[in-house]
């Protein structure tokens, strides 16, 4: 059973607490991003049952009058297993969605990943003319050349500035660096692409600069954040502009509820009060 403390993180165990979560969200205007929490597997069935999760979820969406999408992680759907484990799978997701009209966004791993996670994005959304999008990473230095590849592709783009701590080789390193490389990559999208353009982040400057860009270029872009962080300015945000919130739920919600509440301070002094009942 997931302690009650995590619920500020995460949705709930199940599809039917999560899609209760849009539902909520959605009467405040903030549309969603579900994700079944999972990545890593080894065995092709633990792979196939997330797949099928997923299906069953694009058809939980379809069938209510929510506005959600679905975020999927490569290695949840078999990329430790082999790029035509992970094809077949997000293939299989991607056509139940395009059937359905449900939107499907690829997660971003480490930088092992990037070649087959974009390989996989730029042939789906060439194929269904749109309907999925991938999401790049401000502190590789390869990603201005991606996204430069990116720019025509019918799909949508979310700029983060990368979770996975990588080789000082082929990254930037220190928060200034990424800061900078973000408003780079966004003064790129916004001058180039022909809408898409995802901001995930929480940091006020990157969304203040999104803004900035949009009223420059016109381009359209949606602001993206986790659920149980910033949540009131999501609320906020969304009386002018797109705003989706990325919900997790599962079983596994153990070591995602750890990493957010060890990225900062007061999450942490949150968990810790509340698992004491202050
Ligand atoms: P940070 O650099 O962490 O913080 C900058 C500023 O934002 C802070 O100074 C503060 O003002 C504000 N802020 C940040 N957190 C809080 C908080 N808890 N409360 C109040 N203010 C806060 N990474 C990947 O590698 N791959 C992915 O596929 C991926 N998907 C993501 C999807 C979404 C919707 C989001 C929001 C993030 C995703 N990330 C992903 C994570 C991302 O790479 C960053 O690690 C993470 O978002 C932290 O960076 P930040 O831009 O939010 O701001």
């Keep these: 059973m997931m302690l009650p403390v995590a619920g500020r993180f995460v949705a709930g165990e199940g599809p039917a607490e999560a899609l209760e979560h849009v539902r909520q969200l959605n009467d405040r205007n903030v549309k969603a991003i579900v994700n079944l929490l999972g990545e890593h597997y080894d065995d092709r069935e633990a792979a196939d049952a997330d797949a099928r999760e997923y299906r069953e979820l694009v058809e939980d969406i379809a069938r209510s009058d929510l506005e959600a999408t679905v975020s999927v992680k490569p290695s949840q759907v078999g990329l430790d297993l082999g790029e035509d484990v992970f094809r077949e799978n997000l293939e299989g997701i991607v056509e139940t969605a395009a059937e359905r009209d449900v939107f499907v966004w690829i997660d971003m791993e480490d930088h092992t990943t990037t070649d087959a996670t974009l390989d996989a994005y730029e042939e789906l959304a060439r194929e269904h003319g749109g309907g999925v999008g991938v999401c790049v990473q401000a502190n590789l230095k ?137």
Excluded: C
């Design 142 to 278: 390869r990603t201005r050349g991606d996204v430069e590849r990116l720019a025509d592709v019918p799909g949508k783009v979310r700029f983060v500035k990368g979770a996975y701590d990588e080789p000082v080789e082929i990254a930037y390193k220190g928060k200034e660096a990424v800061n900078r490389e973000y408003e780079a990559l966004l003064e790129y999208a916004f001058e180039n692409f022909d809408g898409g353009i995802a901001i995930g982040s929480h940091d006020p400057a990157m969304i203040d600069r999104a803004i900035e860009l949009h009223e420059e270029h016109g381009t359209d872009f949606e602001i993206q954040m986790l659920m149980g962080v910033r949540d009131d300015a999501q609320v906020e945000l969304a009386e002018e502009y797109e705003v989706y919130q990325y919900i997790p739920y599962g079983d596994r919600w153990m070591s995602y509820f750890y990493r957010r509440a060890m990225e900062r301070k007061e999450n942490l002094w949150f968990a810790v009060r509340a698992v004491l009942g202050r």
